[in-house]
Nanobody
Framework: QVQLVESGGGLVQAGSSLSLSCTAS????????MGWFRQAPGKEREFLAR????????NYSDSVTGRFTIFRDNAANTVYLQMNSLEPADTAVYYC???????????????????WGQGTQVTVSS
């Protein structure tokens, strides 16, 4: 069982940066691949980024490639999402998720993930 808690959301202006954190409880954090998703009102949950358990491999959606960076600190049981050049279209609730298939990099649907955080709101004003 893994429990995930996101933090770092807030209200920012367009063009700003924001860093989200997701801290996991439980054992063997490094055995889990971690992902970030977001969901805007009236839209489906959208895959953003994934990092393998070792942290050596990452995968990004086209919508955030070059602007967002996912990385992890296994000693701290934490995965991060650094978001740069934010746009109003980035406004959503952001979720982290854990997949026990730690070495798999190409898993981009919500059903690939076994555990989810409660989400943190990111609002980008124009």
């Amino acid at each position: 069982q893994v429990q995930l808690v996101e933090s770092g959301g807030g209200l920012v202006q367009a063009g700003s940066s924001l860093s989200l954190s997701c801290t996991a409880s439980g054992r063997a954090f490094s055995g889990y691949a971690m992902g970030w998703f977001r969901q805007a009102p009236g839209k489906e949950r959208e895959f953003l980024a994934r990092v393998t358990g070792s942290g050596r491999s990452t995968n990004y959606s086209d919508s955030v490639t070059g602007r967002f960076t996912i990385f992890r600190d296994n000693a701290a049981n934490t995965v991060y999402l650094q978001m740069n050049s934010l746009e109003p279209a980035d406004t959503a609730v952001y979720y982290c998720a854990a997949d026990p298939r730690g070495s798999l990099i190409r898993a981009t649907t919500w059903s690939d993930y076994a555990y989810w955080g409660q989400g943190t709101q990111v609002t980008v004003s124009s």
